[in-house]
């Protein structure tokens, strides 16, 4: 039976892909989205969310989300995700979104789907967050709630100590920690969800739709290396291929605190890893990761999409 999923993204590369993924594989029911701003503009991520669906064939409803972050300034990534955030030859679509704001429509879809519903949630957490300070009780109302962000044990792709989304809204990402029991699927795991090279030149010597979502695989920013991997890591999808199949992340239990106190450590997760601080885990860690499985699950919802 598929799982439905409702998403809140940045679109963004390794977004793209996920979105593409989960499209495109039998076992999820994408049955919304909400965009947010983060690897790009509000503007630019919501365009590009309608291009991805418009590029796979694909009609899934779409709700603006929020523009900034909750406190900080916002800071985008174009260096690494393209000139509008998103890499290819994408289709010039019109912009169609709902009459709701995105925080709105994740306690839409809860309160529509109930405990059959799966929230990921993939970019910075701004619409997130107010769907929780509006609706305290959404954590109860649906089955799981992913998120893509954070570094509980490992160093940060943005600043030393902080993971990008976490870092984008700090605030935001500290009010889902302690507002809800998620899945934290950080660097921890993804910078080892990388593709296999060989699917990366299948899909550019084929061109056409594949040749854009080569492009997406593989993006980098403009120095031409990724940072703490060998290869573009496409960190969203992991949530999605842990969605479809449980056995791709192992958790842990941990308590997590996110810093937003404005020093160097703005926007990283603290992981009581030890025990230290008495209080009760609060979040469920992604510590490993199945490449061979996770790499499986991405190409076969990938090549759906991709022919749909
Ligand atoms: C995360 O930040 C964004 O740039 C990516 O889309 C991903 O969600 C990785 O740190
Ligand atoms: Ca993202």
């Keep these: 039976m598929s799982r439905k999923v409702f998403f809140d993204t940045d679109p963004g590369c390794d977004d793209a892909v996920m979105l593409a993924m989960a499209l495109g594989h039998d076992e999820i029911d994408v049955v919304g989205l909400s965009t947010v701003c983060g690897n790009t503009t509000i503007e630019n991520t919501t365009q ?13 409803p779409v709700a603006r989300g929020c523009g900034r972050p909750l406190v900080d300034d916002l800071d985008t990534a174009e260096w690494i995700h393209g000139e509008n955030g998103l890499h290819g030859d994408l289709p010039d679509v019109d912009v ?8 709105d429509a994740i306690t839409e879809a809860a309160r529509e789907y109930g405990d059959e519903l799966t929230i990921a949630a993939v970019g910075p957490l701004p619409n997130l967050a107010i769907a929780l300070a509006k609706e305290p009780r959404l954590p109860d109302l649906v089955e799981d709630i992913y998120l893509m962000g954070g570094a509980a044990m ?15 809204d700090p605030a935001a990402a500290s009010r889902v920690i302690q507002d809800a029991t998620t899945r934290m699927v950080g660097l921890d ?8 090279p060989e699917f990366i030149e299948e899909f550019r010597e084929a061109g056409g739709v594949r040749g854009t979502i080569a492009e997406w ?20 999808a992991a949530v999605v291929a842990d969605i479809i199949d449980e056995s791709v992340l192992t958790f842990e239990e941990y308590y997590l605190d996110v810093d ?26 992604a510590v490993d990761i199945d490449v061979r499985r996770y790499r499986e699950v991405l190409e076969t919802g990938v090549r759906a999409y991709a022919s749909a």
Excluded: K, Q
Excluded at 217 to 236: E, K, N, V
């Design 260 to 285: 937003t106190t404005g020093g160097p450590c703005h926007g990283a997760v603290i992981c009581d890893e030890h025990g230290t601080t008495d209080n009760e885990p609060n979040s469920r860690v």
């Design 48 to 60: 590009n969310t309608h291009a991805i669906l418009e590029l796979g064939g694909y009609d899934v």
């Design 96 to 103: 169609d979104t709902r009459d709701i704001h995105g925080a």
């Design 154 to 168: 490992t160093s940060g792709n943005v600043t030393p100590m902080a993971e990008a989304n976490f870092h984008n």
């Design 189 to 196: 795991v993804t910078n080892r969800a990388t593709v296999a």
């Design 217 to 236: 695989l593989d993006y980098r920013p403009d120095s031409g290396t990724y940072p703490l991997s060998d290869a573009p890591a496409i960190h969203d």
